[in-house]
Nanobody, 116 residues
Framework: QVQLVESGGGLVQPGGSLRLSCAASGFTFSTYAMSWHRQAPGKERELVASISSAGGSKNYADPVKGRFTISRDNAKNTVYLQMNSLKPEDTAVYYC?????????WGQGTQVTVSS
């Protein structure tokens, strides 16, 4: 069955870095655009970054531009989010999403907490 499993979250101090991973299975990963979203307590889920199916096109939300980098390895069916210069306002549950014209899948999320 379809699975998206996020990992790599945790507690980090302001200015620190984390690398999130999302391992996919049960569908043809290379035909899906992938994205990372986040949801902070009391707020709506928001798009953080997206990457096209072949990895040639990437987009970032303004708050994370220059600090976060999305990448993918289609041979490993995995998408990554490198997060640098983390701020307390980056604290949220981070979700990965797989999107194609005919289907969309979500992972269960991984908690990222930025605090001193």
């Amino acid at each position: 069955q379809v699975q998206l499993v996020e990992s790599g979250g945790g507690l980090v101090q302001p200015g620190g870095s984390l690398r999130l991973s999302c391992a996919a299975s049960g569908f043809t990963f290379s035909t899906y655009a992938m994205s990372w979203h986040r949801q902070a307590p009391g707020k709506e889920r928001e798009l953080v970054a997206s990457i096209s199916s072949a990895g040639g096109s990437k987009n970032y939300a303004d708050p994370v531009k220059g600090r976060f980098t999305i990448s993918r390895d289609n041979a490993k069916n995995t998408v990554y989010l490198q997060m640098n210069s983390l701020k307390p306002e980056d604290t949220a549950v981070y979700y990965c999403n797989a999107l194609r014209y005919d289907s969309s899948y979500w992972g269960q999320g991984t908690q990222v907490t930025v605090s001193s």
